[in-house]
T-cell receptor, first 117, second 113 residues
Framework: KAGVTQTPRYLIKTRGQQVTLSCSPI?????VSWYQQTPGQGLQFLFE???????NKGNFPGRFSGRQFSNSRSEMNVSTLELGDSALYLC????????????????FGAGSRLTVL | GDSVTQMEGPVTLSEEAFLTINCTYT??????LFWYVQYPGEGLQLLLK?????DKGSNKGFEATYRKETTSFHLEKGSVQVSDSAVYFC????????????FGKGTRLHILP
């Protein structure tokens, strides 16, 4: 079956712009989690959506937002981009809530690499 | 708060060497523990997991044992291959911590032929 699909894979923006990233989870998976990966900070949790509701949120400013649609596809948006937002943004899906059980293993997409100039 | 600490990388080994990547955790409760691997240009994928104390997870020649007394989940492999070059992440999940999964910072592994 198809894996987690993230688009676009690469993008370049300038400071002050906004960006929208898309994630299509594995068919049947209802939870989508987003992470920011940088060399200095490693993997940092952004938020998790389950059945169109945000269930968890990490420690990121309000410029970072997301949503989930009825088909479980998710988008995240970053407004007023800063140089420090340059990162690999990873999306992962699970059948149920990501941390609810050791059985709910995250399946990751390949990521969207954002460069802010 | 809950956290995962991994050994700093990069780790460079010759092919067929023995590998250990240390991982320790802090958690108030009984977490499930995971190792994920990220190959170049790809997302993370689950390597192995353990859900209770003394469980051993294993996959592709890698092993890790959940040690509650030392709060550790060290990753080991007896004989590494060039294809094992990747970034390895230790992680935990706790049902009673808002269902979050917490990752370590990752350890980059280079295997030389």
């Amino acid at each position: 079956k198809a894996g987690v699909t993230q688009t676009p894979r690469y993008l370049i923006k300038t400071r002050g712009q906004q960006v929208t990233l898309s994630c299509s989870p594995i068919s049947g998976h209802r939870s989508v989690s987003w992470y920011q990966q940088t060399p200095g900070q490693g993997l940092q949790f952004l938020f998790e959506y389950f059945s169109e509701t945000q269930r968890n949120k990490g420690n990121f400013p309000g410029r970072f937002s997301g949503r989930q649609f009825s088909n479980s596809r998710s988008e995240m948006n970053v407004s007023t981009l800063e140089l420090g937002d340059s990162a690999l943004y990873l999306c992962a899906s699970t059948l149920g809530l990501a941390g609810a059980s050791g059985a709910n293993v995250l399946t990751f997409g390949a990521g969207s690499r954002l460069t802010v100039l | 708060g809950d956290s995962v600490t991994q050994m700093e990388g990069p780790v460079t080994l010759s092919e067929e060497a023995f590998l250990t990547i240390n991982c320790t955790y802090t958690a108030t409760g009984y977490p499930s523990l995971f190792w994920y691997v990220q190959y170049p240009g790809e997302g993370l994928q689950l390597l192995l997991k353990a859900t209770k104390a003394d469980d051993k997870g294993s996959n592709k020649g890698f092993e890790a044992t959940y040690r509650k007394e030392t709060t550790s989940f060290h990753l080991e492999k007896g004989s590494v291959q060039v294809s094992d070059s990747a970034v390895y992440f230790c992680a935990l999940s706790l049902v009673d911590r808002d269902d979050k999964i917490i990752f370590g910072k990752g350890t980059r592994l280079h295997i030389l032929p």
